[in-house]
Nanobody, 115 residues
Framework: QVQLVESGGGLVQPGGSLRLSCAASGIIFSVYAMGWYRQAPEKQRELVATITSGGNTYYADSVKGRFTISRDNAKNTVYLQMNSLKPEDTAVYYC?????????WGQGTQVTVSS
């Protein structure tokens, strides 16, 4: 059974930082591309960042220079370091694992940026 379990969300002030983690089980983690998506209230889910099995990264323009995605294959975990957070970063953040036609999602973790 595939499980993706996110953690690290919470309430943070504008300009602050958070680090999200996503622990995977039930898949050969190292061969999967991993990604972070987010969904704000009444908005569609959007891609935030991805990292391939080879370590290549991609970022949405809205988070470039502020967010960093990384992975630790020994721990079956992908991370999202979020710095200089803005109120518009408020959303539920979801972890995704993808390989060919296989897609798996975590349950999401809430990030709220507010003073």
């Amino acid at each position: 059974q595939v499980q993706l379990v996110e953690s690290g969300g919470g309430l943070v002030q504008p300009g602050g930082s958070l680090r999200l983690s996503c622990a995977a089980s039930g898949i050969i983690f190292s061969v999967y591309a991993m990604g972070w998506y987010r969904q704000a209230p009444e908005k569609q889910r959007e891609l935030v960042a991805t990292i391939t099995s080879g370590g290549n990264t991609y970022y949405a323009d809205s988070v470039k220079g502020r967010f960093t995605i990384s992975r630790d294959n020994a721990k079956n975990t992908v991370y999202l370091q979020m710095n200089s957070l803005k109120p518009e970063d408020t959303a539920v953040y979801y972890c995704n694992a993808q390989r060919t036609i296989s897609h798996y999602w975590g349950q999401g973790t809430q990030v709220t940026v507010s003073s």
